[in-house]
C-alpha cells in the first residue's frame, strides 16, 4: 500500500556528492511535508531537513546546512536530498519521512539508504 523507496546512497570519500532520491506511493504525495532523517552508526535518529508541500519552503539542520539541498517533484511523487562536500561525519543510513497526520500520527517512513564516507 503506502511505500517510501530510498535510493542513492554509496559509498564516497570525503569531499565528493551523491544524490539521494525518495519514491513515495499509496497516498496523496502533495499534501504532505516531507523530511530526511538520518542514523550514523550506533547512534539515534538525526533530523536534517523538510520541505513544504508546494510553496518551497525548506529547513535544514545546522550540521548540513550550505552542503545539503533538499527539493521535491509533486508530479513524480519525489523527494530528493542532494549532498555535497560529504564528510566521514555524514556516514549514516538516511530515511525519508513522510509527515503525520491526525489519522496516522506516525507518519510514513522508508526502509532507508546507507551513506558512507570514507577519508
Known amino acids: 500500500q503506502v511505500q517510501l523507496v530510498e535510493s542513492g546512497g554509496g559509498l564516497v570519500q570525503r569531499g565528493e556528492s551523491l544524490r539521494l532520491s525518495c519514491a513515495a506511493s499509496?497516498?496523496?504525495?502533495?499534501?504532505?511535508?516531507m523530511s530526511w532523517v538520518r542514523q550514523p552508526p550506533g547512534k539515534g535518529p538525526e533530523w536534517i531537513s523538510a520541505?513544504?508541500?508546494?510553496?518551497?519552503?525548506?529547513r535544514y539542520a545546522d550540521s548540513v546546512k550550505g552542503r545539503f539541498t533538499i527539493s521535491r517533484d509533486n508530479a513524480k511523487n519525489t523527494v530528493y536530498l542532494q549532498m555535497n562536500s560529504l564528510k566521514p561525519e555524514d556516514t549514516a543510513v538516511y530515511f525519508c519521512?513522510?509527515?503525520?497526520?491526525?489519522?496516522?500520527?506516525?507518519?510514513?517512513w522508508g526502509q532507508g539508504t546507507q551513506v558512507t564516507v570514507s577519508s
Open positions: 519521512n513522510a509527515a503525520g497526520t491526525i489519522l496516522h500520527p506516525e507518519g510514513y
Open positions: 499509496g497516498f496523496t504525495f502533495g499534501w504532505y511535508v
Open positions: 520541505i513544504d508541500t508546494g510553496s518551497g519552503v525548506t
